[in-house]
Nanobody, 125 residues
Framework: QVQLVESGGGLVQAGGSLRLSCAAS????????MAWFRQAPGKERDFVAG????????YYKDSVKGRFTISRDNAKNTVYLQMNSLKPEDTAVYYC??????????????????WGQGTQVTVSS
């Protein structure tokens, strides 16, 4: 039983930065892999970045490598996505997901049992 709340989205110009936060409640947070997905209008939900239970392993969609950084602070029950050098194609609703306890990071949305409500990121050209 995990509840997730995203924040930090907004409107920025191309080349700008945003930092998304996902605050979690529930005692399973530290035993769950976490990930960020995004969904643009008319598109399927797409994996962006994932992080292992302890934060020791991270994974990224190819198009965001070198620009986005995922991190977690288990003491604060929070996962972050730092987004730099934003591009118009990054525009989407960004969702935070939590896996089943003890599961590994996956790029498949079906691997995540809990989701936040999403936060809108819009990048203007």
């Amino acid at each position: 039983q995990v509840q997730l709340v995203e924040s930090g989205g907004g409107l920025v110009q191309a080349g700008g930065s945003l930092r998304l936060s996902c605050a979690a409640s529930g005692r399973t947070f530290s035993s769950s892999a976490m990930a960020w997905f995004r969904q643009a209008p008319g598109k399927e939900r797409d994996f962006v970045a994932g992080i292992s239970r302890s934060g020791g392993n991270t994974y990224y969609k190819d198009s965001v490598k070198g620009r986005f950084t995922i991190s977690r602070d288990n003491a604060k029950n929070t996962v972050y996505l730092q987004m730099n050098s934003l591009k118009p194609e990054d525009t989407a609703v960004y969702y935070c997901g939590a896996s089943k306890p003890w599961s590994y990071v996956s790029m498949a949305s079906a691997s995540y049992d809990y989701w936040g409500q999403g936060t809108q990121v819009t990048v203007s050209s």
